[in-house]
């Protein structure tokens, strides 16, 4: 069997994965909470055979007109699944943090400006000498490695914090997670190893598609198995958890009185003397409520 056959095989297996990954995706009723997920899976099963056409086309014609579409399709639809899959991160972090809501909050305000950063970062180290269309496919590779970063550091997050959140190993959102985070690996490896390299350039495609194949079957079982029932997340009120996301709560709600508080003079750290202003809101509160009748 040829190299090229042999891709070719692989592809069609991992569109057919990814096909049955996505009508159990849709089937289970996981696009209602990961909706960017839907979107990315509708990107890939469309754009999948469009490419297939495009790239056979080009092999067999070797004009510069088939090649030009080929490269007119495939770039925007990798730049278009790095943001889609940002976007998937951000309804990872949500779901995983949903009994937080403080948190979850302040999170997504921190997703927000990564992406801003990230954004500005991408376009001022790509080089614009030539026409957009040739700068293309280093912007996109750039934007890809910055949400390769953002997937690593979620998967690193949800491991960390999995215990705390109550998460269960077996729930998709770790399993989506833990996908990503395995892509964005090889993804890394892929663009390290070096063109003198001949052995690894050769084998490293088959390594890559393998890799991928393990992940969407992966994430086939994650759709077929049973979702476990998300046991709540039970804080002591004297938790660092607990007051962290009581003063992201406040931060975040509009129309909230702030009480300004000097700092005490046996204090070394401001978030201390934060806390003894949360500490006092939360019982001035909760002496209001038990008064009433």
């Given at each position: 069997m040829?190299?090229?056959?042999?891709?070719?095989?692989?592809?069609?297996v991992?569109?057919?994965?990814?096909?049955?990954f996505?009508?159990?995706?849709?089937?289970?009723?996981?696009?209602?909470?990961?909706?960017?997920?839907?979107?990315?899976?509708?990107?890939?099963?469309?754009?999948?055979?469009?490419?297939?056409l495009?790239?056979?086309?080009?092999e067999?014609?070797?004009?510069?007109?088939?090649?030009?579409?080929?490269?007119?399709?495939?770039w925007?639809?990798?730049?278009?699944?790095?943001?889609?899959i940002?976007?998937?991160?951000?309804?990872?972090?949500?779901?995983?943090?949903a009994?937080?809501?403080?948190?979850?909050?302040f999170?997504?305000?921190l997703?927000?400006?990564?992406?801003?950063?990230?954004?500005?970062?991408?376009?001022?180290?790509?080089?614009?000498?030539?026409?957009?269309?040739?700068?293309?496919?280093?912007?996109?590779?750039?934007?890809?490695?910055?949400?390769?970063?953002?997937?690593?550091?979620l998967?690193?997050?949800?491991?960390?914090?999995?215990n705390?959140?109550?998460?269960?190993?077996?729930?998709?959102?770790?399993?989506?997670?833990?996908?990503?985070?395995?892509?964005?690996?090889?993804?890394f490896?892929?663009?390290?190893?070096?063109?003198?390299?001949?052995?690894?350039?050769d084998?490293?495609?088959?390594?890559?598609?393998?890799?991928?194949?393990?992940?969407?079957?992966?994430?086939?079982?994650?759709?077929?198995?049973p979702?476990?029932?998300?046991?709540?997340?039970?804080?002591?009120?004297?938790?660092?958890?607990?007051?962290?996301?009581?003063?992201?709560?406040?931060?975040g709600?509009?129309?909230?009185?702030?009480?300004v508080?000097?700092?005490?003079a046996?204090?070394?750290?401001?978030?201390?003397?934060?806390?003894?202003?949360?500490?006092?809101?939360?019982?001035?509160n909760?002496?209001?409520n038990?008064?009433?009748?």
């Amino acid at each position: 069997m040829s190299s090229s056959l042999a891709m070719t095989v692989l592809g069609g297996v991992e569109f057919l994965l990814t096909v049955l990954f996505a009508g159990l995706f849709w089937k289970r009723g996981l696009h209602h909470r990961f909706r960017s997920m839907h979107w990315y899976l509708l990107l890939r099963v469309a754009a999948a055979p469009l490419l297939f056409l495009l790239l056979a086309a080009t092999e067999r014609y070797h004009t510069l007109t088939w090649y030009i579409a080929y490269f007119s399709v495939y770039w925007p639809v990798y730049m278009g699944s790095a943001v889609l899959i940002y976007f998937v991160c951000l309804d990872i972090f949500r779901a995983a943090l949903a009994p937080l809501p403080g948190l979850t909050s302040f999170g997504v305000l921190l997703f927000r400006w990564v992406a801003v950063v990230s954004l500005i970062v991408c376009l001022s180290t790509t080089s614009f000498r030539h026409s957009f269309l040739i700068s293309l496919p280093e912007l996109a590779i750039r934007l890809m490695h910055a949400v390769s970063i953002l997937e690593l550091c979620l998967l690193a997050f949800l491991c960390l914090c999995m215990n705390a959140l109550r998460l269960s190993i077996r729930d998709v959102s770790f399993g989506l997670a833990l996908g990503f985070g395995v892509l964005s690996s090889v993804d890394f490896l892929q663009s390290s190893v070096s063109p003198k390299n001949a052995g690894l350039v050769d084998t490293l495609p088959y390594a890559v598609e393998a890799v991928t194949l393990l992940v969407l079957a992966m994430w086939t079982a994650y759709a077929v198995a049973p979702q476990p029932e998300r046991k709540p997340v039970v804080i002591p009120i004297n938790s660092a958890v607990y007051r962290w996301n009581e003063i992201a709560s406040a931060l975040g709600y509009t129309g909230t009185r702030v009480a300004v508080q000097q700092p005490s003079a046996n204090s070394g750290f401001f978030l201390a003397d934060v806390e003894q202003v949360v500490e006092k809101v939360l019982a001035r509160n909760l002496n209001e409520n038990e008064s009433k009748p």
